[in-house]
């Protein structure tokens, strides 16, 4: 059977865990050089998604204009078809 540990056993026993965690823990130096590390990194991430918002915005404002035209377009090339349809079938063309 295990022997009981004394109190004083347990204490320590704590005290040496607890004292491994803190010996894991990052220091304040440790985080320092991680945010000047990934601070740069993480701002041109940033600087590029707001360029890529800025240029989405700038698409959609040249598209509107665009994509009405091509309704335009495509309206009018139906348009242009039946004529051909009902003139080549008024000359006797048939397709």
Same mark, same amino acid.
């Given at each position: 059977m295990a022997?009981? %540990?004394t109190?004083?056993?347990?204490?320590?026993k704590?005290?040496?865990l607890?004292k491994?965690g803190?010996?894991e823990t990052a220091?304040?130096?440790?985080?320092?050089t991680?945010r000047?590390?990934?601070g740069? %990194?993480?701002?041109?991430v940033?600087?590029?998604?707001?360029?890529?918002?800025?240029?989405m915005?700038e698409? %959609?404002?040249?598209?509107g204009?665009?994509a009405?035209g091509v309704v335009?377009?495509e309206?009018?090339?139906r348009?242009?078809?039946?004529?051909v349809?009902?003139?080549?079938? %008024?000359v006797?063309?048939?397709?």
């Amino acid at each position: 059977m295990a022997k009981r %540990k004394t109190p004083e056993e347990l204490f320590e026993k704590l005290a040496r865990l607890v004292k491994r965690g803190f010996d894991e823990t990052a220091t304040r130096a440790d985080l320092a050089t991680l945010r000047h590390e990934f601070g740069g %990194k993480f701002q041109t991430v940033t600087d590029s998604l707001e360029q890529l918002q800025r240029d989405m915005r700038e698409a %959609k404002i040249i598209l509107g204009p665009v994509a009405r035209g091509v309704v335009e377009h495509e309206e009018r090339l139906r348009n242009l078809e039946r004529r051909v349809v009902r003139v080549e079938h %008024k000359v006797g063309l048939r397709r």
